[in-house]
């Protein structure tokens, strides 16, 4: 068995290249020799080349992409280049499996995505910083109901295209990054039932075309100035149970109001 351990690296990525990727995980256990070579990214190449995955959803992956969250890393990013690049919209509600339940960085990659809804599908770990690099085409997000943990990602006011970004229910901490002041097109905003902290960026109440926004129960602090609220275009706010917050300063002027503004603190 040591001789096969101490094969040349090319020979044991041709004799593994023709296992199911799924399984993997699983060889990589080998050995530590074995676990470089099966890691790396030469092999996911030629291992996604040479075998498909064994998945009920392979022809389907829009509306089925469990075989991307179950591959190893540098298979996930081989697979999303192969196998995802083109798609508009992955909206999905299964249930992930706790071992591989985390948003793969080759997220990233999927340039042309317009939607990603993954709520309630048991997501766990960080959002990958990778994600703020859809900042074309990325209109929807939503990662809510899940178990996400850790800050928003510092550049998510790179996804400049995005309308509707929903992270709401979440274990997600830290302070609401002042990057928000970027998503000028962004209309509703849900970061309900987190443990944010820190104080609100004024900047969000500022974007031009934000209609809803939903700070429920975090840990939020701060005084809140609402002066600049004067596009006319915010119809519903919700900053109730969090820590400390005070209003400052709250005008409207020349909205044009007509009905009832939703407000909650």
């Known amino acids: 068995m040591s001789k096969f351990f101490n094969l040349p690296a090319e020979l044991i990525i041709d004799i593994f290249a023709w296992i199911d990727p799924s399984a993997v995980l699983k060889f990589q256990r080998l050995s530590h020799r074995i676990n470089d070579i099966l890691s790396s990214k030469n092999f996911a190449v030629v291992n996604m080349r040479r075998s498909k995955p064994r ?12 075989i991307w ?10 697979y999303a280049t192969k196998n995802l690049w083109s798609l508009s919209k992955i909206q999905w509600r299964m249930k992930l499996s706790p071992l591989h339940n985390r948003l793969p960085e080759s997220v990233g990659q999927l340039n042309q995505l317009v939607i990603l809804d993954l709520a309630t599908c048991g997501l766990a770990g960080l959002i990958p910083e990778a ?22 990602p510092k550049n998510i006011g790179a996804l400049n295209a995005l309308e509707f970004l929903f992270l709401h229910n979440n274990k997600l901490d830290g302070c609401i990054p002042s990057s928000f002041a970027g998503l000028k097109k962004l209309r509703h905003l849900c970061l309900s ?6 104080e609100i960026p004024n900047s969000i109440f500022e974007l031009p075309a934000i209609e809803s926004i939903d700070l429920e129960n975090n840990l939020l602090t701060g005084v809140i100035c609402l002066s600049s609220i004067s596009n006319g275009t915010l119809r519903n706010l919700n900053l109730s149970n969090n820590h400390q917050l005070n209003i400052e300063n709250l005008r409207l002027n020349n909205c044009k109001l007509t009905g009832n503004i939703a407000f909650h603190i």
């Open 69 to 78: 969250f179950n591959l190893p890393a540098n298979h996930q990013s081989e």
């Open 131 to 152: 994600l703020c690099s859809l900042s074309v085409n990325l209109r929807r997000l939503n990662l809510g109901s899940n178990n996400l943990t850790g800050a928003i």
């Open 193 to 198: 039932e987190n443990m944010l902290s820190g």
């Open 55 to 66: 998945d009920p959803g392979y022809h389907k992956i829009s509306s089925s992409p469990t």
